[in-house]
């Protein structure tokens, strides 16, 4: 079985200063992690990514996130928020290469003031 | 490359009524997700299909949700009848092929009020 537990339902920070949304994860499997955005009316898109390779991962608009398998945590960063960046994000594990089986945490809202 | 199609986007009915949601999915992807999304917390994974056979539904309420996926393109969800507690956001999303290598496309969803 696998679960994410995202410690913030919400996170506010002022434009240009980092961002840092946190997620710890419970998986039986070697686990597959992501990170997705929801704007407003808009549907899931997925922001990055880790399947095994590199424990830093990289993704769009400037976000990354760190694989720590000690700490069982898969933080989302990003140095410098900008306004558009205000959404719900969800840390979501899946069981690797098996049916795509993702179970989401229950999101984080970022809100960024100007 | 069209993205993943819902409809209707809003739908509100009354308790004990029946309810249907449309998908197109992106074209030539073989997995399709129904997810339903409760305000305030993270969708949960109702029903996958992989093509036209289903490959995981213990999560749908058997009891009152049905969904189809004929000739392994389209697919529809039903609620029959919904309850209060249904009211939520459905999600459909595709991939190419049913494992994690492969990334999951989302709708933007169809909302539904149950009164």
């Known amino acids: 079985a696998q679960s994410v537990t995202q410690l913030d339902s919400h996170v506010s920070v002022s434009e240009g200063t980092p961002v840092l949304l946190r997620c710890n994860y419970s998986s039986s499997y070697s686990p597959s992690l992501f990170w997705y955005v929801q704007h407003p009316n808009k549907g899931l898109q997925l922001l990055l990514k880790y399947t095994s390779a590199a424990t830093l991962v990289k993704g769009i608009n400037g976000f990354e996130a760190e694989f720590k398998k000690s700490e069982t945590s898969f933080h989302l960063t990003k140095p410098s928020a900008h306004m558009s960046d205000a959404a719900e994000y969800f840390c979501v594990v899946s069981r690797r290469d098996v049916n795509n089986d993702m179970r989401f945490g229950a999101g984080t809202r970022l809100t960024v003031k100007p | 490359e069209a993205g993943v199609a819902q409809s209707p986007r809003y739908k509100i009915i009354e308790k004990r009524q029946s309810v249907a949601f449309w998908c197109n999915p992106i074209?030539?992807?073989?997995?399709l997700y129904w997810y339903q999304q409760i305000l305030g917390q993270g969708p949960k994974l109702l029903i996958q299909f992989q093509n036209n056979g289903v490959v995981d539904d213990s999560q749908l309420p058997k009891d009152r949700f049905s969904a189809e996926r004929l000739k392994g393109v389209d697919s529809t969800l039903k609620i029959q009848p919904a309850k209060l507690e249904d009211s939520a956001v459905y999600l459909c999303?595709?991939?190419?092929?049913?494992?994690?290598?492969?990334?999951?496309?989302f709708g933007p969803g169809t909302r539904l009020t149950v009164t």
């Open positions: 999303a595709s991939s190419l092929d049913r494992t994690d290598s492969y990334e999951q496309y």
């Open positions: 074209s030539g992807h073989a997995t």
